[in-house]
């Protein structure tokens, strides 16, 4: 089945905390990005990567970090968490050449406390 | 840059009766995608319906419908025989075509509730 796979789905941390959500597609998609969901401000891209090793912050960067090292992952780091970034994140995968749309992994719901 | 608004924050309709979405959009664009997504209570981002600017010919997909009107930047979603199941959050969103970064810009959606 052709999927965008997110682990965890549910997180709590502590700040400053360091983790890793993870993101895996198996469609072959040169396209992924990160998004945040917030009450009120709709979706937010975070980071995108248009193919391996090539990644680019979107509109809300700050905080997070990425890295593509293989074409099917595309982690998203927040390196010191803070109560800001409590959020419902995100990862969805596209072709880059087509319309389609993006294929949205089932989100994870992050707290930092 | 592009912008979507979803001036419904809330909507609520009977079941099996009809309804529609508004969205508009700013865009210098003149070809790009939109769509409909649908966030029910799981969370998942659930593709409804999409549009090719180019296509005059409204997208239908069973008892989803648009009425796109590109001189006015109106993208809306009717849901015919609404049902219990539609009820979710819906999400306009907007892609201009694939050229370095395409983001899906999305508006900040509707809720809506369907009452049996």
């Known amino acids: 089945e052709a999927q965008v796979t997110q682990n965890p789905r549910y997180l709590i941390t502590v700040t400053g905390k360091k983790l890793t959500v993870t993101c895996s597609q198996n469609?072959?998609?040169?396209?992924m990005s990160w998004y945040r969901q917030d009450p009120g401000l709709g979706l937010r891209q975070i980071y995108y990567?248009?193919?391996?090793?090539?990644?680019d912050k979107g509109d809300v960067p700050e905080g997070y970090k990425v890295s593509r090292k293989e074409k099917r992952n595309f982690p998203l780091i927040l390196e010191s968490p803070s109560p800001n970034q409590t959020s419902l994140y995100f990862c969805?995968?596209?072709?880059?050449?087509?319309?389609?749309?993006?294929?949205f992994g089932s989100g994870t719901r992050l707290t930092v406390v | 840059a592009q912008t979507v608004t979803q001036s419904q924050p809330e909507m609520s309709v009977q079941e099996a009766e009809t309804v529609t979405l508004s969205c508009t959009y700013d865009?210098?664009?003149?070809?790009?995608?939109l769509f409909w997504y649908k966030q029910p209570p799981s969370r998942q981002m659930i593709l409804v319906i999409r549009?090719?600017?180019?296509?005059?010919q409204n997208a239908t997909e069973n008892r989803f419908s648009v009425n796109f009107q590109k001189a006015a930047k109106s993208f809306s979603l009717k849901i015919s025989d609404s049902q219990l199941g539609d009820t979710a959050m819906y999400f306009c969103a907007f892609m201009k075509p694939p050229s370095g970064n395409t983001p899906l810009v999305f508006g900040k959606g509707t809720r809506l509730s369907v009452i049996a």
């Open positions: 990567s248009m193919n391996v090793e090539v990644t």
């Open positions: 969805a995968s596209s072709l880059w050449v087509g319309g389609d749309g993006y294929t």
């Open positions: 469609m072959n998609h040169e396209y």
């Open positions: 549009q090719e600017a180019y296509k005059q």
């Open positions: 865009t210098s664009e003149n070809n790009y995608y």
